[in-house]
Nanobody
């Protein structure tokens, strides 16, 4: 599976952005998709995930109520709607997918930079 992330940019605090992640290749094998982020000088952290079939989602506590993950199976695309952005949300955001039968996220997109100014 190949993943292509897009939608990052510069936004003021309180603003919104929507990230997209388009999957190609063996998309029928996708069980779950997720977004991670890595801020400068920090380790990569989980942000949100969604199951590909049932739409079950989970979130990092710090983004609950502000971010929404969704998917469009027909377009093989996952989205991350980010509202009420804060400067601490500034990071490179990566999408990832997990295949059926695997416990790890084996495919990763190239990352898209989100910068939130105060």
């Amino acid at each position: 599976v190949q993943l292509q992330a897009s939608g990052g940019g510069l936004v003021q605090a309180g603003g919104s952005l929507r990230l997209s992640c388009v999957a190609s290749g063996r998309t029928l094998s996708i069980l779950q998709m997720a977004w991670f982020r890595q801020a400068p000088g920090k380790e990569r952290e989980f942000v949100a995930s969604i199951t590909w079939s049932g739409g079950y989602s989970s979130y990092l506590d710090a983004v609950k109520g502000r971010f929404t993950i969704s998917r469009d199976n027909a377009r093989n695309t996952a989205y991350l709607q980010m509202n009420s952005l804060k400067p601490e949300d500034t990071a490179v955001y990566y999408c990832a997918s997990r295949r059926q039968g695997r416990s790890d996220y084996g495919s990763w997109g190239q990352g898209t930079l989100v910068t939130v100014s105060s």
